[in-house]
């Protein structure tokens, strides 16, 4: 394996495939990457099966939670905003809050999303991500990592010591996804 297949082939860095004009070709990217790399998604289902995007409630977080086995990351309830959750069958998790009048489903990419995703050693596939990519990490309380996304100026990628877990913060309007991740209003739901 050559020294930038390993960081292309673990960190799992995402592109938000839920957002914007690149939702199609994020996944056929996605799709072509796994089957170059000879993967899967982990759960033996295609890249393009995922549970339809739903509205919840603050209360239903928990049991989201419990499902996926994992923390679910965000950013606590929003004024004038709904929850929608996606859950991938790998365990990826995405929150997008919506205005009352967003379609479900919809793939704009005008929404705050807060995507939780498993990967191991997180902070260790930033680093080779960052390093791959010639990028530099920021640092922020409670010793995590971030790493912004070159190719999609609204995401942000964080990671934990000792968390096997990645979360992206995307927001549309630029700044704001580092300035919430620097404010510690990234938290889990639990």
């Known amino acids: 394996m050559r020294?930038?297949?390993?960081?292309?082939?673990?960190?799992?860095?995402?592109?938000?495939?839920?957002?914007?004009k690149a939702a199609s070709v994020g996944l056929l990217a996605t799709a072509l990457l796994l089957a170059l790399l000879g993967g899967d998604n982990g759960g033996g289902e295609s890249v393009s099966s995922r549970v339809t995007p739903r509205i919840v409630e603050v209360s239903e977080l928990g049991e989201a939670e419990a499902t996926v086995g994992?923390?679910?990351?965000?950013?606590?309830?929003?004024?004038?905003?709904?929850?929608?959750?996606?859950v991938e069958p790998d365990g990826s998790v995405y929150l997008r809050y919506l205005p009352s009048g967003a379609a479900v489903g919809s793939s704009s990419?005008?929404?705050?999303?807060?995507?939780?995703?498993?990967?191991?050693d997180a902070q260790?596939?930033?680093r080779r991500t960052a390093a791959s990519a010639g990028a530099g990490l920021g640092r922020v309380a409670d010793g995590g990592i971030v790493l912004e996304n070159p190719e999609s100026a609204g995401s942000v990628y964080l990671a934990y010591p000792?968390?096997?877990?990645?979360?992206e913060v995307y927001d549309p309007a630029p700044g704001r996804a580092m300035e919430l991740i620097e404010a510690g209003e990234i938290r889990p739901v639990g």
């Open 124 to 126: 260790a596939a930033l």
């Open 162 to 167: 000792g968390s096997d877990l990645q979360i």
């Open 70 to 86: 994992h923390p679910i990351y965000w950013v606590g309830p929003q004024p004038d905003r709904r929850l929608e959750l996606s």
């Open 3 to 20: 020294a930038g297949d390993e960081a292309r082939a673990n960190p799992r860095i995402r592109q938000p495939e839920l957002f914007g």
């Open 109 to 120: 990419g005008a929404y705050l999303t807060v995507g939780t995703y498993p990967v191991a």
